[in-house]
């Protein structure tokens, strides 16, 4: 089945960019209809939405991250990634990559709940 | 936009736990439910309102009336002690609630 594993630098500087990207594997990013997500946990908090990409690049972030985040898809390797700039320790937080199988009906399109999750991987933010 | 949860839950082994998600917008669009244990990833339980994934045990319900959706869990076991999360949908943007943490004693 499908499974994701998130990468990247755990300790990244304030003002610097945060990149992490998602390995898909057991399945292709281009099979189905499915938005891929990323969701950021603070410690002892709640989830929080960063925006998800379809694998023809198409993108919708959350707005209160919009201006400081960019998604992008990598189909070759079956990845997608996450930059988010100009980061404080208000950034530091578990981050996970999560599928989210979409469909149409009528137009509209309907999640199917984000239904796989990567393991996560914890991002600090400090000099 | 936000949704309410109640911050805690408890309930005995056996009896069944009531979680509820209140959200102006709540009749209009899907709820989702997660499940998330100290240390793991959130696992969805249920989609679209009521619908179980599969492997989900049939414990766990959910329903909807009005603005208040409802995670059940019947029959409740020390291993649904977690936090759970309900999410929905507002202007393209999935949306999360504080979470209620379930504790079975």
């Known amino acids: 089945q499908v499974q994701l594993q998130e990468s990247g630098p755990g300790l990244v500087n304030p003002s610097q960019t945060l990149s992490l990207t998602c390995t898909v594997s057991?399945?292709?990013?281009?099979?189905?209809?499915?938005?891929w997500s990323w969701i950021r946990q603070h410690r002892g908090k709640g989830l929080e939405w960063i925006g998800y990409?379809?694998?023809?690049?198409?993108?919708y972030y959350n707005p209160s991250l919009k201006s400081r985040v960019t998604m992008s898809v990598d189909t070759s390797k079956n990845q997608f990634s996450l930059t988010l700039r100009s980061v404080t320790a208000a950034d530091t937080a578990v981050y996970y990559c999560?599928?989210?199988?979409?469909?149409?009906?009528?137009?509209?399109?309907?999640?199917?709940?984000?239904?796989?999750w990567g393991q996560g991987t914890t991002v600090t933010v400090s000099s | 936009y936000e949704l309410t949860q109640p911050p805690s839950v408890s309930v005995s082994p056996g009896q069944a736990a009531s979680i509820t998600c209140s959200g102006d917008?709540?009749?209009?669009?899907?709820v989702y439910w997660y499940q998330q244990k100290p240390g793991q990833s959130p696992v969805l339980v249920i989609y679209?309102?009521?619908k179980r994934p599969s492997g989900i045990p049939d414990r766990f319900s959910g329903s909807t009336s009005g603005n208040t959706a409802t995670l059940t869990i019947s029959g409740t076991q020390t291993m649904d002690e977690a936090d759970y999360f309900c999410?929905?949908?507002?202007?393209?943007?999935?949306?999360f609630g504080p979470g209620t943490k379930v504790t079975v004693l």
């Open positions: 999560a599928r989210d199988p979409i469909s149409k009906v009528r137009g509209v399109i309907i999640s199917g709940g984000l239904d796989v």
């Open positions: 057991g399945g292709s990013i281009t099979s189905g209809d499915n938005y």
């Open positions: 990409i379809f694998h023809s690049g198409s993108t």
């Open positions: 917008k709540l009749g209009e669009e899907y």
């Open positions: 679209q309102d009521d």
């Open positions: 999410q929905t949908w507002d202007t393209s943007t999935h949306v």
